[in-house]
């Protein structure tokens, strides 16, 4: 979470030290009457009414933005009224406490086996995975697992002398970047390289020696929304194993295409139907449709995950076995997840992601057809698009454009490209469930009526948004 280091340095620090209550509410505050100011940054001596306290609270969030209108978000935002209520009837649910809720840990068991299956893990039945808060979470367990693996193949020199490091592309979520640092493994990127926003084959296998711990390829890209060639790069990993007996696991970073492939994509050979591929991981909350935060990680098989990662806990009664980062973690998501398999299938997974395709490939289509606009990716493998403007636009840039359409509620973040590709700032839109055909002709029809005035702009105001986060 964001680290707040006390008020100072706040954008809004001359804010009042009082929060302000609508003496109307003054009758609901028994201790400091209709006058009463509690302190806004301050722990107040006494209790008020809930009704006051939820009305100032409530009003404050009521400024946040429009999260339908974030077009910047992969994580979900719409879910329909039922799945809303199983979420509030499961809130007291702890999901370390298995004992305690035996149906919550058995509703988990059952979403594991059932991306086993989508995944086309060799056998479902035996398959190891847990849900996790997201897939940052899950991208360090499937991290670990590789580091752990590596240094029991390495007994003698690791920790002594060798360092693990661990190959990707320079288009990595900053997951990725954070469990390199944070276990100390080197992050070797591949960068990108004219119009390769990903990672490449090849170049993976030449950055592996004795000490990677393994290859991440993602599925698909936060950065374009493109599919890496997950199969392409085992086959070079195949290749570097035959001519110097390396043998390098993949991760499958599926935290938006896992969701997505299975359903629209069957041809596409990228999960555990590749041997090399040991593990992957999703967001729940992305293309698996549930509001935040739930992930996914899965193992090919119990060996893929060393044993001495599994931890067993008596406190609560039991010793289910548990790999997780966290302890406590709220239980309505893993909830809802399983809702959301039972109430759609697979047959009414494939129409939603289908639907939310059709709409990414259509505003793509169109956002070119205004003629201001490059397209780097037009929706078609992740419902996410990123575009730049055209050759020859000189009055404005991307961030120009991001910024104007923030004016009309819509957040469409600009960004620049990471190594070799520093030079490209793009825009980049992220299709949703519940992002309909209808919201989508509204944004169109904004960028739209913006791009006059921004074509008749002297030169482009700069960059104002400085630093976007995927
Ligand atoms: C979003 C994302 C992550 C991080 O997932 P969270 O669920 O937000 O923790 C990791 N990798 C990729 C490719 C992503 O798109």
Redesign the pocket.
């Given at each position: 979470m964001a680290l707040h280091k006390g008020t100072r340095g706040r954008r809004d620090r001359e804010e009042r030290p009082e929060i302000s209550i609508n003496p109307l509410y003054g009758e609901a505050n028994p201790v400091s009457g209709m006058t009463g100011k509690p302190p806004r940054r301050r722990l107040p001596d006494e209790p008020m009414a809930a009704t006051t306290a939820y009305q100032f609270v409530h009003d404050e969030l009521m400024l946040d933005g429009n999260a339908r209108q974030n077009l910047a978000t992969?994580?979900t935002t719409w879910m329909e009224p039922q799945a809303g209520k199983l979420m509030s009837d499961c809130r007291d649910k702890n999901m370390i406490d298995k004992d305690e809720y035996p149906r919550t840990a058995e509703l988990e068991r059952r979403c594991v086996v059932m991306l086993a299956h989508l995944w086309h893990a060799p056998d479902p039945d035996t398959v190891v995975g847990c849900s996790t808060t997201?897939?940052?979470?899950a991208?360090m367990l499937a991290g670990m697992a590789f580091k752990r693996r590596w240094a029991q193949r390495n007994p003698v020199s690791y920790p002594a002398t060798a360092r693990p490091n661990l190959i990707m592309g320079t288009n990595v979520?900053v997951?990725w970047e954070k469990f390199c640092n944070f276990w100390e493994v080197e992050a070797r990127q591949v960068p990108m390289e004219g119009n390769r926003f990903h990672l490449d084959p090849q170049a993976a296998a030449e950055l592996c020696d004795e000490n990677t711990i393994g290859v991440v390829t993602?599925l698909g890209s936060?950065f374009d929304g493109s599919y890496e060639p997950v199969a392409e790069v085992c086959r070079a990993l195949d290749d570097l194993q035959e001519r110097t007996g390396l043998d390098i696991p993949v991760h499958v970073?599926g935290?938006?295409g896992a969701m997505i492939a299975p359903f629209l994509d069957q041809d596409l050979v990228w999960d555990f139907q590749l041997p090399r591929v040991a593990s992957i991981n999703t967001?729940g909350?992305?293309y698996g449709l549930v509001y935040p935060g739930v992930?996914w990680a899965l193992w090919r098989t119990s060996d893929a995950l060393p044993e001495d990662l599994v931890f067993r806990v008596d406190y609560l009664g039991g010793d289910m076995p548990t790999f997780s980062l966290n302890f406590s973690r709220p239980g309505a998501q893993v909830a809802a997840q399983y809702y959301t398999f039972v109430r759609l299938g697979r047959e009414g997974f494939r129409a939603v992601q289908q639907n939310t395709r059709d709409v990414a490939r259509s505003l793509a289509e169109r956002i070119e057809a205004f003629g201001d606009f490059t397209m780097l990716s037009r929706g078609d493998e992740l419902p996410v698009f990123a575009f730049t403007t055209a050759e020859g636009v000189g009055t404005f840039d991307v961030y120009d454009v991001s910024r104007r359409l923030r004016e009309r509620g819509w957040l469409v973040p600009a960004y620049t490209f990471p190594p070799n590709r520093e030079d490209l700032s793009v825009l980049r839109v992220v299709c949703r469930n519940g992002f309909s055909e209808d919201l989508a002709d509204l944004f169109l029809n904004d960028l739209e009526s913006l791009l006059p005035e921004l074509r008749s702009q002297p030169a482009p105001l700069g960059k104002v948004v400085k630093a976007f986060h995927?």
């Open positions: 992969f994580v997201g897939s940052s979470e991208c979520q997951c993602i936060t970073d935290a938006s967001s909350h992305k992930g995927h």
